[in-house]
């Protein structure tokens, strides 16, 4: 049944809403899903339908939708209030959660700087580096180095570091002038490496570029583990290893971008921290509040807070003010999510999710257009490719991922493809035999799709 002839909200949605990330034109016969509500993983349309949500909402919902308890925190907190503005007033939620998240990440970052999006905390720690140069007398550092592929947001200074085209293009003249450096590529590596023989050799253009520039170079931004938007692409730990170790050499701050993959995603809190990383900068959002309200957090170390701590009349300090920054009720969410993935066993409580995942994997790879299955914790994805032996993709043009998309919708698992990436970000409170369902549906629409072609 085509909803958009049938359904008043569509109609309206359609004559008055501008989508994200969407050509608007493709909902003249397709409209978006009317969502009516949504339980754990997931979502109810307005007919009824129900559809198992493998990427929570843009990666954001990690402890399931409608949790009682995050639900119930945000209720205490607008009892008393909702928000405040957050310059010379203060409150409980936000000091509780500074407080937790200094002490649950990587030990040398002991303040926490809070915004509203993933593109806020980034535009706030590349703004925080520059203005820390300055004030340190170094007033020539000011490029930033980013991977190619890298995503971290879309408002022009986040774009500006950002490495993809896609997003990138037609903003080109107006964005910073900053350094694109090649990363890593596991799949397609040029080095002909495997995992088992790799040593991170990809890191030779970063270590290039950090010698040659490093006098203009103020800091260096990266996704750790996983570049998400990219198409889920993983590079292994010890890339990071060597990152830290050459920006501390060359006096270049690392900024570690965790909004995608932070609280849980990978298997472990943060990153950083579960390897033993001191980036400079921490960029937190997404999952903070587990998908309920927008917040963002840029956290960062002593030695920067210190330059910008002084007289009012030095004019020192960080001006930089958004007005929703530390909203209570997203601190009390984002402090109850923190208390859920906190408790005894919840973490551990992964290893058979990814464990099924591991399996689901093997499944997917009998696929003959499997040319890569790839898992990091809770984050799995599957590169679909024309030809597995020369790796060949499929052309955008032919809208595969889409039409995967589309045979989801009708087995009821919502998936959003990344080009030719099927990838699987679910909360992480699905269960096991529910990952099964999302293996076995997804196999069947890529062999339904690509069957043939
Ligand atoms: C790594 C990373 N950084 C930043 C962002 C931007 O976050 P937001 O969409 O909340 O602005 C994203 C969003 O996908 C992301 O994946």
Known sequence: MNLFKTDEDLIRDFHNVWHPCTQMKDHETRPPLLIERAAGVHLFDADGNRYLDVIASWWVNILGHNHPRINQAIKNQMEKFSHVMFAGLTHKPAIDLAETLVNSSSPNLTKVFFSDNGSTAVEVALKQSLQYWVQTGNPEKKQFVY?????????????????????????EPVLMQN?????????????????????????????????????????????????????????????LKKLEEACNACDVHTIYDEVAVGFGRTGALFVSEHHGLQPTFLCLSKGITSGVLPLAATLTEEKIYAAFYDEFASMKMFIHSHSYSANALACAAANETL??????????????????????????????????FRQTGMIAAVELVKDRDRKEPFPWQQRVGHQIFLEGLKRGVYM??????????????IETNEIQTMIDTAYECIDKVLGGK
């Not at 208390?339 to 009998?366: H, N, S, V, W, Y």
């Not at 959003?416 to 409170?429: A, D, H, K, Q, T």
Request: charged content about 20%; overall charge negative.
């Open 179 to 239: 350094r694109e450096v090649v990363g890593p590529d596991c799949f397609r590596c040029p080095y002909g490496l495997t995992p088992d023989s790799c040593q991170a050799e990809c890191f030779e253009p970063m270590q290039k570029t950090l010698e040659q520039n490093h006098a203009t170079v103020a800091a260096v931004i990266i996704e750790p583990l996983v570049q998400g938007a990219a198409g889920m692409k993983m590079y292994p730990p010890i890339y």
């Open 339 to 372: 208390a859920l993935l906190q408790e005894e066993g919840f973490m551990a409580g992964l290893q058979p999710k990814m464990d099924a995942l591991k399996e689901g994997g093997r499944q997917l790879e009998t696929l003959p257009w499997c040319g890569e």
């Open 147 to 171: 991977l190619k592929d890298g995503y971290h947001g879309e408002t022009l200074g986040a774009l500006s570091v950002c490495g993809s085209d896609l997003f990138r293009d037609k903003f």
């Open 416 to 429: 959003r493809p990344l080009g030719n990436v099927v990838y699987f970000i679910p909360p992480l409170v």
